[in-house]
């Protein structure tokens, strides 16, 4: 253990292993509450009702950056990477967010029997303000701390969101005896808001002045969103298929087991989050040196994500242990999805940095194609294999989007010496 400390060490500066020690306490005390409101909804649904819930969530992570014009990413590039004060970046980025949340759950709920006709309008409504809005304010607070180094306060952020949910729980399971989808929705809502607004007040020492988003912020605004809702809508058109052809009850087996292998994605997430200001500070520099830093960082997050994904392969009939009777399929789940979380630490530091970079537009087409093939092989799969479809075609999008990745940085580390570099400076705010 010693040697594998030193050899992190070598690998990773002093100050960033501090920030993700920071990183990886907020991590898993989210963990640990999310497990906690996992297993209270497993006991308040039956795995048809949690696919549907689940399937619903997908779709909007999907819309988030969209709703938001990517106001967090905006807000981590302005502030690390431009030097903007970071009452003003809070003060667009609200505004932005709650705008955009509103519009586009108004526009959903008005479309919900084209789009999702499984769940009714009500609790899509509730869950569309809990996760449109609310929970869009709580992320760009959390990216504010992200911003600035300030992991203890994103950690604190992150535990107390997961407690106030699984509060929440706790007591619709005490109180509740037929719980139906839009309680739900409303309790976490509530949980979202309120420790948002106590995360606004924490950061800037009160409630942020609303700035009008200007057509600047939307320009480059549009982008960020653009890739990352491509990516969410890749990492959640699983679940969702999974619903919309009527096959909830696979949805709720596969969710509830990408929810416990998620725990084996807290390495690379941690070694993220506490090099992210970093990372960005390196690609405003220099691809080069932002493909140094980034390749370091991978080599130490794909070890220790590799060692939490076997123990996840190896615990899994553990684990569904504690489930209800109806979730016994999770264990064979969790033991095919067990090796992706190794697969998305290959890459995800290689794509933060084509952003860090200005290199954005480039890591969207790449997205972009991963997607397609993710949802092109979900929409082959599903009907005929299930949640094993589902599986398989995140197995495959992910494999093309690590190799795609690392080519595309390395082609711009080439480009850089050899000065044929796109422009990057006429991307920066001004």
Known sequence: MRQLVERTRSLVSKQVLHQTGWSLVGEVGRLLTQIVVFVILTY????????????????????????????????????AGDNWSLERAIGQGTTISVMGGTAVTLALVGLQPLILPQVDRLSLAILGGSELIAMAVLELVIFAALATERLRAMAMLRIGHGAARAFAGLILLAFVDTLELWMWAVAATVAASVVAMIGLLAMTTQIPRPISPTREDVTEGVPLSLGFGISMFSASTDTFLLVRLDQVFDAGIYGAANRVVGIARLPARALLFGSTARLYAAGARSVREGR????????????????????????????????????????????????????????????????????????????????????????????????????????????????GVWTMLQYFVRAEQRGTLPDRNQQKSR
């Open 44 to 79: 308040l649904f039956d795995p048809s009702e949690y696919g549907v819930l689940i399937g619903t969530l997908g779709l909007l992570m999907f819309l988030q950056p969209y709703a938001g014009l990517g106001a967090t990413h905006l807000l981590l590039q302005r502030v």
């Open 292 to 403: 140094d830093m980034a390749l370091r960082a991978t080599i130490v997050a794909t070890g220790f994500t590799g060692i939490a994904a076997l123990v996840m392969l190896l615990a899994a009939d553990l684990v569904v242990a504690m489930l209800p009777g109806d979730y016994a399929d999770s264990a064979e789940a969790m033991r095919w999805l067990s090796l992706l979380p190794v697969l998305g630490s290959a890459s995800i530091f290689a794509g933060t940095m084509l952003t860090a970079a200005r290199l954005h537009k480039y890591r969207v087409a790449l997205i972009s194609l991963s997607a397609s093939v993710n949802v092109g092989l979900n929409i082959l799969l599903i009907p005929d294999h299930g949640w094993q479809g589902a599986v398989a075609a995140s197995f495959v999008s992910a494999m093309v989007h690590a190799v």
